[in-house]
């Protein structure tokens, strides 16, 4: 069975703080999503990455930056957090082409106060 | 518009009908539909796939695609109340790396 782990479930941060959120495969998926979930506003796409060291911006991209030093390692960066950043954030990754669904992390809900 | 609209929901059918959950896509270089469900304080999981046109089906599960009308839906059969979860339609091109998701719909099934 494919594994996605994320760092932390819940997450608490003031203002300011830089926030590291980490998400974990153990597939050896080519492709890594960062996806955040509100309520009203669906599943939008921060960053993705096709491989190590690659990245894309998504819908969403701005407050955000990523990194992908490792296949199995994919991870999110609020270099500053704000309040407009509490969110659930959910980790998923995919193996092209031949494996085009998403598996998702369970997810970890940041709450920036 | 939105790139995959689906019903707003919620919707809610009693145990034992058909649950019928509707998207649209306005890409036509689409080649490949998901649907999702979620249940609540979890994270999404592939119920269904489908790439071509028509029906496919996975026990109580149907899904049907059809590109002329960029339309893809998901029945659900002899509903149950464990089937009570947000279902998400994705969306993918074969050139694109990700897809792209609707808003998700709400379903409830009343026992």
């Known amino acids: 069975d494919v594994k996605v782990t994320q760092s932390s479930r819940y997450l608490v941060k003031r203002t300011g703080e830089k926030v590291f959120l980490e998400c974990v495969q153990d597939m050896d998926h080519e492709n890594m999503f960062w996806y955040r979930q509100d309520p009203g506003l669906g599943l939008r796409l921060i960053y993705f990455s096709y491989d190590v060291k690659m990245k894309e911006k998504g819908d969403i991209p701005e407050g955000y930056s990523v990194s992908r030093e490792k296949k199995e390692r994919f991870s999110l960066i609020l270099e500053s957090a704000s309040t407009n950043q509490t969110s659930m954030y959910l980790c998923?990754?995919?193996?092209?082409?031949?494996?085009?669904?998403?598996?998702f992390g369970p997810g970890t809900r940041l709450l920036v106060l | 518009q939105k790139e995959v609209e689906q019903n707003s929901g919620p919707l809610s059918v009693p145990e034992g009908a058909i649950a019928s959950l509707n998207c649209t896509y306005s890409?036509?270089?689409?080649?490949?539909f998901f649907w999702y469900r979620q249940y609540s304080g979890k994270s999404p999981e592939l119920i269904m796939s489908?790439?071509?046109?028509g029906d496919k089906e996975d026990g109580r599960f149907t899904a049907q695609l059809n590109k002329a009308s960029q339309y893809v839906s998901l029945l659900i059969r002899d509903s149950q109340p464990s089937d009570s979860a947000t279902y998400l339609c994705a969306v993918k091109s074969t050139n694109a790396g990700k897809s792209t998701f609707g808003d998700g719909t709400t379903l409830t099934v009343k026992p």
């Open positions: 489908i790439y071509s046109n």
């Open positions: 998923a990754s995919s193996f092209p082409p031949s494996e085009e669904t998403q598996y």
């Open positions: 890409d036509r270089g689409s080649q490949s």
